[in-house]
């Protein structure tokens, strides 16, 4: 694929581009399931780990309280549970949304936020501005017929290097250099809620989005790459392990990420902490793994630490697939302006101005996006 060096020259010195391709012949383009499935099992084993087969001695999903709002709103919130071996996980939800005679698309958030302090201490020192509701505005999205369900992932992983290890993770503890960690856990969770959309007749099964902010972007990224039921996916400031590439990013690198995080990956991910080039993939290929799907990734002008244009150029890249499917990539593949959004092809993009978060911005760009492409 030839990409112009004018759309990628923000690149990290002395990176070479030897860039993975996503379809490198004619068989892959002939039998794109199975080269699919090869991308994903990369994934699996050097970055995300494996997600393990999992039969519980009990499992359930109960509804925990059930609201009438004096808006007209109905909110609910749920848990699942998961018991093995008298070890016991749980994954909490919320649900809100209008009543209709439709059946509701629906929006998934991974929320890994939602009920930690400190955590959400840690984003207000990164944005001291930050309105953490604006993240997703689950009140107003309702009253525009979507249903909107915010996923605690921290319930079932907590997003700590030691404590990620209770929960889920004691249930099923990572084996090997592939065992899945924190991340792959609240992708799984995501699953679960997907599940619960299938088994619940007021929703449509046909428009389902998944959104996620920064770590919660790489969530999402992850979960949609894996689920084929979810139909949307919006990424907002995802960055390192999310939509940026690593070969050339500036910012933050695996480097970084590996110490800071370590149960966000895999054990084999750790030996490429300098050694990006070396990956036998990159992220464009996650985004491959979501197509033909309406994807919307989001940057912020101020965000150099997740490197807006690595964030682009995965877009550009993953076009490729996207138009061996029969669908657009990216309607411009010149780096835009902040304010001006690419979005008249399958996969979107937008540079907003101001600080990493997602924002009311991000959301209006993104709904009518979604609300174009999946027809409600
Ligand atoms: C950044 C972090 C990113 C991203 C983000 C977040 O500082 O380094 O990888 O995940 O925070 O989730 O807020």
Request: with cysteine.
């Amino acid at each position: 694929m030839m990409i112009s060096c004018k759309t990628f020259c923000t690149g990290r010195k002395g990176s070479h581009m030897s860039v993975p391709s996503i379809i490198r012949n004619e068989s892959d383009l002939r039998d794109w399931p199975s080269r699919r499935r090869e991308i994903l099992s990369l994934f699996e084993d050097y970055e995300y780990g494996k997600t393990p087969d999992m039969e519980f001695d009990k499992s359930g999903c109960v509804c925990l309280e059930h609201l009438e709002l004096t808006s007209g709103q109905i909110k609910e919130s749920y848990g699942f549970y998961f018991i093995k071996n008298k070890k016991t996980a749980n994954l909490r939800f919320d649900l809100i949304y209008r009543k209709s005679e439709r059946k509701l698309p629906t929006i998934i958030h991974v929320d890994p936020f939602g009920k930690n302090p400190a955590l959400i201490a840690y984003m207000k020192k990164l944005n001291p501005k930050a309105q953490l509701d604006e993240m997703f505005p689950m009140y107003s999205l309702a009253n525009k017929d979507i249903a909107t369900i915010n996923v605690d992932v921290s319930s079932l992983a907590p997003d700590d290097p030691v404590k990620s290890n209770f929960g889920m993770l004691e249930l099923y503890p990572p084996q090997g250099s592939n065992g899945w960690c924190a991340l792959g856990v609240w992708a799984w969770a995501m699953s679960r809620v997907v599940d619960f959309i299938y088994s619940d007749n007021r929703f449509d099964t046909s428009r389902i989005i998944i959104a996620g902010c920064s770590r919660a972007g790489k969530t999402a990224l992850w979960a949609a790459a894996q689920d084929e039921r979810i139909t949307g996916v919006f990424a907002s400031v995802s960055g390192c392990c999310g939509s940026a590439m690593h070969r050339g990013k500036t910012g933050e690198r695996i480097v970084s990420i590996i110490k800071e995080f370590p149960h966000w990956s895999c054990q084999k991910f750790k030996e490429y902490g300098e050694r990006e080039d070396e990956l036998p993939f990159d992220q464009h290929m996650l985004l491959a793994l979501i197509a033909p799907r309406p994807l919307y990734i989001t940057s912020a002008s101020e965000d150099d630490w997740a490197c807006p244009p690595k964030e682009f150029e995965s877009c550009v890249r993953a076009g490729e697939i996207y138009r061996a499917l029969g669908k657009t990539g990216l309607s411009s593949e010149t780096f835009p302006e902040t304010n001006s959004p690419i979005i008249d092809g399958d996969i979107a993009y937008h540079l907003r101005k101001g600080p990493h978060g997602c924002k009311a911005y991000d959301w209006e760009n993104v709904i009518s996006f979604m609300r174009k492409k999946l027809c409600f």
